[in-house]
DNA sequence: GCCAACGTTGGC
DNA sequence: GCCAACGTTGGC
């Protein structure tokens, strides 16, 4: 099952995008704005050296598009005591923050992004949380068979 | 504790 | 732009 190793996390590609994070500052990136009780739970659950699946929402075609790297384990995400930020949290503490971010860094792009549609018609994929109806989480545990199948998908 | 209303996600 | 599915809020 989730070996706690290997996650997916879910970006749209206009707001940051892959090449966005391969650009960043040493190619590293915070992900702030997790406002979801379950994404955030699996952040706190991430280890440094943790891999993960770039996959781009709200785009043409929606994919799986590359790899990063966890580098930073969980730390209260400071969008959330910004009054002007968008995911501003007025409930929100200081002495107790409600949400976290980590720090992922580049790994690689995929020469092909892996299509949503195409992952849908891969029999191997049917359990894969990204896959099931009305799935919307945007950090989720991927089993370690997934990880291996579409890595090897990413080959060819 | 229920549930209607509302806001968001994200594929299409 | 539409809308189904989902999560959260708040009145009762």
Not at 8 to 33: C, H, N, V
Not at 70 to 75: D, F, G, H, K, P
Request: aromatic share 10%; net charge positive; charged share 30%.
């Amino acid at each position: 099952m989730f070996s706690k190793n290997y996650w997916l996390m879910k970006s749209e590609p206009s707001t940051f995008s892959i090449d966005d994070l391969a650009r960043s500052p040493g190619q590293t990136t915070y992900w702030d704005g997790v406002r979801n009780y379950q994404a955030r739970n699996f952040m706190r659950d991430m280890a440094v050296g943790d891999q993960v699946l770039f996959y781009h929402s709200n785009a043409e075609p929606p994919a799986i598009v590359g790899i990063a790297k966890v580098v930073r384990t969980a730390y209260p995400d400071s969008t959330q005591f910004d009054k002007k930020d968008k995911h501003y949290d007025p409930a929100s503490k200081l002495s107790e923050p409600r949400w976290n971010m980590v720090d992922i860094k580049y790994v690689r792009t995929f020469p092909k992004p892996l299509t949503l549609d195409e992952l849908r018609r891969d029999p191997a994929l049917k359990e894969m949380i990204l896959l099931k109806k009305g799935s919307r989480l945007s950090v989720q545990p991927v089993t370690s068979s997934e990880w291996k199948h579409i890595l090897h998908l990413a080959e060819d």
